[in-house]
């Protein structure tokens, strides 16, 4: 399932300058640690994760968030060559920091969840089915250097 | 991942806010399922899955009757829920990747219609009992 244009433009029109959108939407990354407590071991540095308040108030946690949504976005505005954009991000997180490519996929799916949440309406299953496609394409790219 | 206490009346606190609405949630889960991941309607080609359908819309029902059961069951899940266990694994023989689908896509009917509750840790425990739902439903496989 390749995002075509129709996603990208749906996409893109969501997501476009993310100093726009609200905090829920910004630090969504922060939702996956809480949803899925696992991932908190790439973070052991990060301080205080003893509670969902605890990760959600987290300054560590929440650049490392908006970072993430940054290269999101940025990924996004190469929709056409994903792969390609997310090359060395690949590489990066295959050889140094080791993450199961499983959790692109979960976070892929949180990021939905928010989206929802934010947007509400707007959100309806044309929408939503246009951005599974698109953080889809991210994970799988996302995945793509792996060895 | 066991349920806590806290987990528990969290999600039967969400539910009876619901009330009679858990057939509407759940038929637009479904429809979600459907457009979002295509590969889902092979189990339904018998169907009128076109959006609105009074089909899905009965089907939405029997997924909310099914989960409203789960939520007044949560300490035996296993038991609760194996009846329909046996139906979907030796009948319609549903591989359970699907029954994550759906879940994922009534959390974001949820989180869609009920933003003032769905706090990180109300998509955590939310998460966590639907888990605990698709491990009971998928235990006939052995």
């Known amino acids: 399932m390749d995002a075509g244009q129709v996603e990208k433009a749906q996409s893109l029109e969501l997501l476009t300058g993310t100093d726009s959108l609200c905090p829920s939407v910004l630090f969504s990354p922060l939702r996956l640690l809480v949803v899925y407590p696992w991932t908190q071991r790439f973070f052991q540095s990060f301080g205080d994760l003893s509670s969902a308040d605890a990760i959600m108030g987290n300054s560590k946690v929440k650049a490392h968030g908006k970072k993430v949504l940054n290269s999101f976005s940025d990924g996004l505005k190469n929709i056409d060559d994903l792969k390609g954009a997310f090359a060395k991000l690949s590489e990066l997180h295959c050889d140094k920091l080791h993450v199961d490519p499983e959790n692109f996929r979960l976070l892929g799916n949180v990021l939905v969840c928010v989206l929802a949440h934010h947007f509400g309406h707007e959100f309806n299953p044309q929408v939503q089915a246009a951005f599974q496609k698109v953080v889809a394409g991210v994970a799988s790219a996302l995945a793509h250097r792996y060895h | ?142």
Not at chain 2, 30 to 42: C, I, N
Not at chain 2, 113 to 131: N, T
């Open chain 2, 1 to 142: 991942m066991v349920l806590s206490a806290a987990e528990r009346a969290a999600v039967r606190a969400l539910w009876t806010k619901l009330g009679s609405n858990v057939g509407v949630y759940a038929t637009e889960a479904l429809e979600r399922t459907f457009l979002a991941f295509p590969t889902t309607k092979t189990y339904f080609p018998h169907f009128d899955l076109t959006p609105g359908s009074a089909q899905v819309k009965a089907h939405g029902q029997k997924v909310a009757d099914a989960l409203t059961r789960a939520v007044a069951h949560l300490d035996d899940l296993p038991t609760a829920l194996w009846a329909l266990s046996d139906l979907h694994v030796r009948q319609l023989r549903v591989d359970p990747v699907n029954f994550k689908l759906l879940g994922h896509c009534l959390l974001v009917t949820l989180a869609r219609h009920y933003p003032g509750d769905f706090s990180p840790a109300m998509h955590a425990s939310l998460e966590k009992f639907l888990s605990h739902v698709i491990l009971a439903l998928a235990i006939s496989y052995g």
